[in-house]
């Protein structure tokens, strides 16, 4: 695994041991950023369910101005401390070792999150409980991007009555992306 573009490109990066996460394919990160390439530019982005870091570390390298990363996983987290340090962005990077809910509260009323990305652990409904909490949330502005990653399975009919819309949804093999903003 590794950056792709921007900065930091071909940097490898560190990954958690063990099957606790998924890493996000090469390819689908690069289908990812191609669809946000226009959003990322001095943008602050949230990395929930962060891994190894390497969603937030990409909007970095491309120009992102400052990524927020959440992993309550104390191998993953220590896997992003060192790709962050490896990187060379600990002025632009931010980690919380916590639950994501707990992390969204202490964050807010100090950050506003141009992009939320998030990829849980799979058929949990850990993403519905996120978005809960964010419908009300200070954490973000008014034309916020929040991304799901999710299994196919993923049931997202709630969104409309937290006061969200789906404003994109690309499917791939195993997965697939539901891009949200609020209505």
């Known amino acids: 695994?590794?950056?792709?573009?921007?900065?930091?490109?071909?940097?490898?990066?560190?990954?958690?041991?063990?099957l606790d996460?998924?890493?996000?394919?090469?390819?689908?990160?690069?289908?990812l950023f191609n669809m946000l390439q226009y959003d990322i530019p001095g943008c602050y982005f949230l990395d929930l369910f962060a891994g190894s870091g390497q969603i937030g570390l990409e909007s970095l390298?491309?120009?992102?101005?400052?990524?927020?990363?959440v992993e309550n996983n104390r191998k993953a987290a220590k896997c992003i401390e060192e790709n962050i340090k490896f990187t060379k962005f600990d002025k632009n990077a931010r980690l919380l070792v916590s639950d994501v809910v707990s992390a969204l509260y202490t964050l807010e009323g100090k950050y506003k999150f141009d992009i939320v990305f998030m990829d849980p652990p799979y058929n949990k409904e850990l993403e519905k409980e996120v978005l809960k909490?964010?419908?009300?949330?200070?954490?973000?502005?008014?034309?916020?991007?929040?991304?799901?990653?999710?299994?196919?399975?993923?049931d997202f009919d709630y969104v409309e009555e937290l006061g969200f819309e789906i404003t994109k949804y690309k499917k791939y093999k195993t997965n697939v992306h539901v891009f949200l903003r609020r209505k």
Do not use: C, H, N, W
Not at 21 to 31: A, C, L
Not at 61 to 69: A, M
């Open 133 to 154: 909490y964010l419908a009300d949330s200070s954490l973000l502005k008014e034309d916020s991007k929040i991304i799901v990653e999710a299994s196919l399975e993923t």
């Open 21 to 31: 996460t998924r890493p996000t394919s090469d390819q689908i990160k690069e289908t």
């Open 1 to 18: 695994m590794r950056i792709i573009a921007g900065t930091a490109r071909s940097l490898p990066l560190r990954t958690p041991e063990g």
């Open 61 to 69: 390298s491309r120009g992102g101005e400052y990524s927020v990363f």
